[in-house]
């Protein structure tokens, strides 16, 4: 009589199973951020980690995408961003022409899109480094796809850092010009938005030569741009 056999396991390959674990992070990683930047297309995002590492307060009210003025719509697309409506996310010359500055040592310019402010200030964490630029792209991507082009411009401009503590278009408005953004002139839209680049070192209270510069440049390049047709 033939004894039976015990069968016997082979273990996989350490440099398998590594590639397993690996495999099922990513496939959570994804998952997980697909399910919570699709929340925040319905539900407006609480805080931001920028907002808690400056500001011990916090002056922000949401206005939701049609109380904000157009005038403040235009500012911001035709400072940061005028082929917003048009791209899916990034500005491929924007990108090459601030790689080109910033090779020859000069002061670091950004080619960011709003869509890419967006996802920076609402997913990720202040800094500059090649990982969270990595991070940033994807999550523009994600927010391209899953979200509209209105709901990128609403929370850009509920969330962007628009002087010390102050955040949103509603709080910038209240604060320096002690009215609704839904009232905002054009001039003062583009002196708000002129400040933007460093809201810290930079006021619409005691603008410099330097930003009312850019507040007229803002202002031409809004009578430039063409309809916002979203």
Not at 30 to 59: C, D, G, H
Not at 74 to 81: F, G, L, P, Q, T
Not at 87 to 111: P, R
Request: glycine residues 6%; aromatic residues 12%; charged residues 25%.
């Amino acid at each position: 009589m033939t004894k039976s056999k015990t069968p016997t396991f082979k273990k996989k390959p350490l440099s398998k199973r590594i590639g397993l674990i690996v495999g099922k992070i990513l496939l959570w990683f994804v998952v997980f951020t697909i399910v919570w930047v699709l929340a925040y297309r319905f539900i407006n995002p609480p805080i931001t980690l920028l907002m808690l590492q400056r500001s011990a307060k916090v002056e922000r009210k949401w206005v939701k995408f049609e109380n904000i003025s157009d005038n403040m719509k235009r500012a911001a697309v035709s400072a940061e961003d005028q082929l917003f409506l048009k791209h899916i996310g990034f500005d491929v010359k924007a990108i090459e022409k601030a790689f080109e500055n910033n090779a020859k040592g000069k002061k670091i310019k950004g080619g960011s899109t709003i869509s890419q402010q967006t996802a920076k200030n609402v997913f990720l964490w202040p800094g500059r480094s090649y990982i969270r630029k990595a991070f940033e792209a994807y999550f523009t991507l994600l927010i391209e796809v899953l979200w509209s082009k209105e709901r990128i411009l609403e929370v850009y401009l509920n969330v962007i850092e628009m002087g010390d503590g102050i955040y949103g278009a509603e709080a910038a408005a209240q604060t320096y010009y002690g009215k609704s953004c839904s009232n905002l002139t054009r001039a003062q839209a583009a002196l708000i938005v002129a400040c933007f680049p460093n809201p810290i070192r930079w006021t619409p209270k005691r603008p410099t030569a330097y930003i009312k510069k850019r507040q007229y440049l803002i202002m031409r390049n809004m009578r430039r741009l063409g309809p916002l047709d979203f």
